[in-house]
């Protein structure tokens, strides 16, 4: 049986030290950004429990003052105290929540700002590792733990220690050594928690990364939905997928129960704590150490402390979840871009100019080298068409000098300018690159068309149209330029999402043109119709052509055959011809079997390929 | 182990109670006991109240304190024991149940996801299905983990303290309760306020997931037009929306608390002064008025608390809502009763068009009376613009789409008639945007087989796909990574391998959609030939732009606007004036002009005469 595909690859990196007060205080401060927000909350709760302890005493003055003197007034006027107390304690009751509640919001807000932000900058190396699904579930899910612990964890927080911290001041007030006694629980608090912490902490990773691998194989298989269908995987998929989602129940299921489990452990200790103070308070009564008046106060204490440790134990379980969240959004937000600016980078104002691949040596990865010492000049203006075998790296070499990636040695030189020192936007902008999948936004074909250049106007988006020969189709659609192309462009055919995205790149009017197999799925004629437009278009501007089809490339100023790592043939189409080398291979090994195929002959078999198998099993 | 694939389609109804009452099928027991223990939990609390009480008022200042003083410490740790013991049940089975249903729906989803049909994908989002697959499904989980638990406890501690103020006085009880309704109809009108509002705000998360998992696939486009920026603002518009949304959430709460806190309030005051009262006018004693304070704010809590609890379901019931949406879609029938099943020896191949018309959606057909006939083993070749119709015309067999109109027979007998999922196992398609699933190279060649396939089996596909030297030349050989969509694979070697997996399963009827396009020529005449070998016996169709791939086949198609204009091989078409003429003058002018520059070489008189003199 297949392994679980998801196994493989993206390996989720993870986090072993067992407690990071550093995430915590970086999430703190992530809320702190906002500190009037937070004072809210704290002044708001702060009052609310204040307030609260001031009702009990009204109750007490109820019947103190009311019901035992039999004065139906006093208990009049101090039911109206209670009420005017009760507004007062709404306003206050609304603005922590409204605070905390915005808080929780407002900080899930910045977490996805930055971390959007943050994607702008990785290079494309980092999501040629990274799935959607895991940046989705870092993006949407993660932060909302972490939002919701900055608001109300630590409002419960705030509560809780205030709570207790008047509690037991008051208590050491009253009585300091039934209060100390009290206090023994203290530590045996702390080490429960600690030994909590250890294995609640672990199973919240493991839920946040079962999390973010769920989202993943959603995200792939709602991707892949076309595939799936054709190839009937849907049994297999959900077996697998039912594996995944089973270790998820699992994982959540453990870190559900541990902090059930948690829960009534510091219930029981609490009540150790009362146990404690009543076996020790008949001594210190009988002693004469303390009043009943005394007693029953710090009894009331005792009662009332139980609340809000209890709440302390259930925030402590639901930090731990937002502490292994908060982990993994900080290690997004800590990847370094591996492609940045260098210090001082500069906008060169344009690209025109002689362009220079200088000793470049590149891998994606180690030990698999795809362009070694590749040299190359191109002059302003030139158009250079790039073929060889599939694989050898002719879209390496044009993403190389977009500055997608980086050579591992020389560079690339605009005008003779190292492309390093120049800023990444400024390259970006001013080369114009029709990819080899065309991908469309969802939204309607203008919206599509105008991705090129934001501002251009309606006529210059169909006069681009038409230049990519895609303006005849488009007026056939239901709704013409407004027609809308569904996600990654799935309601039009493949030739005519590659128009669109031939007419989006060339309204961006580059200064460098690129196309890598740009018309590879349109239909000969469409694309000899484009021939035309395209060489007004490159007329002046330096163009590369990457494509298999020979009447793409032939008109071309320079053709290069890129084999093993370099350049193996260089020139026109004429002079590669009469060079006899790979490209003459190329393109008459192919034309002569097409007259003998259309001569009805035989061919004599594919030289040392074994290409005789039966499929039949 | 998990129970699988549970059919959850009854549980979509629009009754909301009924609905939660179906999706807790299997764990009634368990859960009806967690929101009991809670309950018994939350009682043994008070129980821990009222020994303390006790033990102040009475205990302490009694002759026998030393005596009963081991007893009552005996009763705090017993309740506490009943108290831990009773939560931890609680919390136990709660999340029991809470990830069970989970599970279930989680399951359920995906596959019924990945059931839904062609029409229904090519009009959703991923991102928003995303969403509600994993933030709605957590809501829901949510509601039954820790939101309907809490009934148990409000309920428990109502009853019995309220049979504790009726045992103090009858009317008294009644009037500690007159707030109920009040706060039931203000709950009830949250419960839709909030409902709407969290509504909004699932819908903007939706948008934002849409926005970020297109960000995310289209993220090279993004990147070669160095539009950052522009994605920074648009995705910092949908942000702040979801900021705004969620604020105004908040509110809704703040507003809401209050206002029951408010209510609650009130209630208790005047449960005093009526209490007072009373007291004072001797109905009832002090000291039962002092009992009857204690309870009054036992009794306060769970109301005040039951208002709450009827908003927060509130969130869970749209979470379920918006999840029930997605399920209430009818699948793709699979495996209907009653149809076709091709035999034992699969199908011979034999495709019969009749005036088919079909329409993504009804107003805009794409096809118009097609109508050819295929024997079996032939091949066909379909040829045409961009946009013509040519996919869509291959994607009516495998049933990825039904016609609509006209008929199609596989084998003599309607298409319709067969089971899909027989169907697309004898037919086999490479599509013509290669997709490969992130995993190793040979687990995305056997994805398809649907049983233990061998390496012999995986290399021949691989040979014929001519991408098994490519594959051995990477370090890991078969077992190289390729990334999400295959991203870390070339264009050429991504298609290939997407031609073995089809080639692996051995289909019966084989559909090539432009299966080349980005392979060099040369490599492409390898595959051709050793397709050649591949197709005979099956029936073919090849989608192809080039005239050399189309020209060898038994029946050219060409298409033009959805209709077929042209048909016959390419001797017939060749001579025609048409379409297909102008392709082949197109492409001969190309290689006439291939000729002369050939002519101009030294020593090419040779090569050629070779081949052209036999
Ligand atoms: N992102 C990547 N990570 C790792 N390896 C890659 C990546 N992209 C390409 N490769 C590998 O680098 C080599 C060159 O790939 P490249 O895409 O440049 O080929 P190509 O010449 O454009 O081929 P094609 O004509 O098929 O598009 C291939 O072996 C490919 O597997
Ligand atoms: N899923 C879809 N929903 C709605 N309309 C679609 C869908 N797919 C394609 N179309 C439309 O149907 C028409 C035919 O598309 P089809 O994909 O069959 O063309 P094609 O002949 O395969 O073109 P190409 O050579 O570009 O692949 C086009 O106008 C296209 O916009
Ligand atoms: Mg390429
Ligand atoms: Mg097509």
Redesign the pocket.
């Known amino acids: 049986m297949v392994k679980k595909m998801s196994d493989h690859y993206y390996e989720e990196e993870e986090f072993t030290e067992s407690f990071n007060g550093r995430t915590i205080l970086r999430i703190f401060r992530h809320g702190w950004n906002h500190w009037p927000l937070m004072l809210g909350f704290i002044v708001g709760i702060g009052m609310v429990s204040l307030m609260e302890s001031y009702m009990t005493y009204l109750t007490k003055r109820i019947i103190d003052e009311g019901i035992i003197p039999g004065d139906m007034t006093a208990v009049w006027s101090i039911s109206l105290q209670y009420m005017l107390l009760f507004v007062l304690f709404a306003v206050f009751v609304y603005l922590f929540i409204m605070s905390a509640g915005t808080l929780g919001h407002r900080v899930q807000y910045d977490l996805r700002k930055q971390m959007f932000a943050h994607m702008q900058k990785l290079s494309l190396s980092y999501y040629d590792r990274t799935t959607t699904g895991w940046l989705m579930s870092r993006t949407m899910s993660d932060p909302t733990r972490v939002g919701d612990l900055v608001s109300w964890g630590f409002l419960d927080i705030m509560w809780a220690v205030m709570s207790i911290i008047s509690a037991v001041g008051f208590m050491l007030w009253i009585n300091w050594r039934l209060a100390l006694v009290t206090l023994v629980v203290i530590p045996l608090l702390a080490v429960a928690a600690m030994q909590f912490e250890k294995h609640i902490l672990r199973e919240y990773r493991l839920v946040r990364k079962l999390n973010s691998m769920i989202t993943s194989s959603y995200s792939e298989m709602i991707n892949g939905v076309r595939v799936i269908k054709s190839l009937r995987r849907e049994e297999r998929n959900l077996g697998q997928f039912g594996e995944l989602a089973g270790d998820m129940y699992q994982a959540s299921y453990r870190a559900a129960w541990l902090s059930a489990l948690f829960l009534p452990v510091v219930q029981l200790i609490s009540a150790v704590g009362v146990t404690a103070v009543v076996w020790f308070s008949g001594r210190e009564f009988q002693n004469g150490a303390v009043t009943i008046g005394g007693l029953q106060a710090f009894v009331s204490y005792i009662t009332f402390m139980m609340w809000p440790i209890q709440e302390l134990a259930r925030v402590y379980a639901t930090m731990q979840q937002a502490i292994a969240s908060g982990e993994r959004i900080f290690s997004l937000l800590d990847t370094k871009p591996t492609i940045v600016n260098a210090p001082g980078a500069s906008d060169p104002g344009s690209l025109r100019g002689d362009i220079l691949f200088d000793n470049i040596t590149f891998q994606y990865e180690e030990g698999k080298p795809v362009l070694t010492d590749f040299t190359l000049e191109i002059k302003q203006g030139e158009t250079v068409a790039i073929v060889g075998p599939t694989g050898a790296g002719k879209s390496t070499l044009v993403n190389l000098l977009c500055r997608f990636y980086e050579p591992s040695a020389g560079t690339v030189r605009f005008g003779g300018r190292d492309y390093r020192t120049m800023t990444l936007h400024s390259i970006h902008s001013r080369i114009g690159m029709v990819l080899q999948t065309p991908h469309l936004f969802s939204g309607t074909v203008l919206e599509n068309l105008r991705y090129g250049r934001l501002d251009a106007t309606d006529e210059e988006v169909v006069a681009a149209a038409r230049l990519a020969g895609a303006h005849e189709?488009i007026i056939?659609?239901d709704e013409g330029y407004e027609t809308q192309v569904?996600e990654g462009g799935?309601?039009?055919?493949?030739?005519?999402k590659?128009l669109i995205s031939l007419a989006r790149a060339v309204l961006a009017k580059p200064d460098v043109f690129i196309m890598d197999e740009a018309t590879s799925?349109?239909?000969t004629l469409t694309e000899a119709l484009i021939q035309q437009g395209m060489e007004t278009l490159m007329d002046g501007r330096t163009s590369f052509v990457i494509a298999h089809r020979l009447s793409t490339i032939k008109n071309a100023d320079r053709i290069l055959v890129i084999e093993n790592g370099g350049v193996s043939e260089m020139g026109t189409h004429a002079e590669l011809i009469r060079q006899r080398g790979h490209y003459y291979n190329l393109y008459t090994k192919q034309f002569r079997e097409e007259k003998a195929e259309a001569y009805g002959l035989e061919l004599a078999p594919a030289n040392g390929n074994d290409t005789n198998l039966s499929l039949a099993v | 182990m998990s129970k699988q694939a549970l059919n959850l389609e009854e549980t979509v109804v629009e009754n909301r109670l009924i609905s939660f009452w179906r999706l807790l099928t299997g764990h009634r027991l368990l859960y009806l006991t967690a929101v009991i223990a809670l309950g018994l939990a939350a009682l043994a609390q008070t129980g821990i109240f009222y020994l303390l009480r006790y033990f102040v008022d009475t205990v302490l200042p009694s002759e026998t304190l030393a005596v009963q003083l081991p007893w009552v410490a005996l009763g705090f740790v017993g309740l506490a024991l009943l108290q831990g013991g009773f939560t931890f049940t609680s919390g136990r089975l709660a999340a029991y149940a809470a990830e069970q249903i989970a599970l279930e729906v989680r399951n359920y989803l995906y596959d019924h996801i990945q059931r839904l049909s062609?029409?229904y994908h090519?009009n959703q989002q991923t991102g928003e299905l995303l969403q509600r697959a994993t933030s709605d499904v957590e809501a829901l989980r949510k509601l039954f983990a820790e939101q309907g638990v809490g009934i148990g406890r409000i309920v428990l501690m109502f009853a019995v303290n309220f049979v504790a103020i009726v045992a103090i006085n009858g009317r008294l009880a009644l009037y500690s309760i007159v707030i109920i309704p009040i706060v039931l109809i203000i709950a009830v009108y949250f419960f839709k306020k909030v409902g709407e509002v969290f509504d909004a705000f699932q819908e903007q998360e939706a948008v934002l997931s849409n926005r970020l998992q297109e960000h995310l696939t289209g993220i090279r486009v993004v990147k070669a037009f160095a539009r950052q920026e522009y994605e920074l603002e648009r995705f910092e518009d949908d942000n702040y929306e979801k900021f705004r949304r969620g604020r105004r959430l908040s509110k809704m709460h703040a507003i809401f608390w209050p206002s029951t806190d408010v209510l609650t309030g009130l209630q208790m005051i005047a449960g005093f002064y009526i209490g007072a009262q009373m007291a004072i006018e001797g109905t009832i004693t002090v000291g039962a008025f002092l009992a009857y304070a204690g309870f009054l704010g036992q009794i306060i809590w769970p109301i005040r608390n039951l208002g709450r609890l009827i908003a927060d379901i509130s969130t869970g019931d749209v979470a379920f809502t918006r999840i029930k949406q997605i399920m209430r879609e009818t699948r793709e029938p699979l495996a209907e009763q009653g149809t076709v099943v091709p035999g034992p020896d699969g199908l011979r191949g034999e495709v019969v068009f009749r005036h088919v018309d079909f329409a993504?959606?009804a107003d805009?057909p794409?096809l118009h009376d097609i109508d050819f006939a295929v024997r079996p083993g032939q091949v066909v070749a379909l040829l045409?613009?961009?946009?013509?119709?040519?996919?869509?015309?291959v994607?009516l067999l495998p049933r990825f789409y039904d016609y609509t109109g006209g008929s199609i027979t596989l084998d003599g007998v309607e298409l319709r008639e067969y089971r899909r999922q027989e169907l697309r196992q004898q037919i086999g398609i490479v599509m013509?945007e290669p997709f490969l699933f992130s995993g190793t190279v040979r687990d995305n060649i056997a994805y398809g087989a649907g049983r233990v396939v061998t390496q012999e089996e995986i290399v021949a596909a691989a040979k014929a796909a001519a991408v098994h030297d490519v594959i051995m030349s990477f370090p890991k050989g078969y077992d190289t990574v390729v990334g999400e969509r295959g991203v870390t694979l070339s264009g050429g070697q991504k298609q290939r391998v997407t031609l073995a997996r089809t080639l692996l399963i051995n289909p019966r009827i084989l559909i090539l959609?432009?299966a080349t396009s980005s392979v060099d020529t040369e490599t492409e005449a390898e595959i051709r030939s050793a397709l050649l070998t591949l197709m005979q016996n099956r029936t073919t169709f090849v989608?192809a732009?080039r005239i050399q791939t189309v020209m060898t086949a038994d029946l050219i198609l060409v298409?033009e606007n959805?209709r077929i204009v042209q048909r016959g091989t390419h001797d017939d078409l060749v001579d025609k004036p048409g379409i297909y003429q102008q392709i082949y003058d197109l492409q001969a002018r190309i290689e006439e002009e291939l000729e002369e520059d050939l002519a101009a070489v030294d020593g090419y008189q040779n090569g050629y005469a070779m081949v052209g003199s036999r």
């Open positions: 189709f056939d659609l569904g799935v309601l039009l055919s493949v030739g005519q590659q799925s349109v239909d | 062609f029409t090519d993504y959606d805009t794409v045409g613009g961009t946009g013509s119709g040519k996919t869509s015309l994607g013509q959609d432009d989608i732009h298409l959805g």
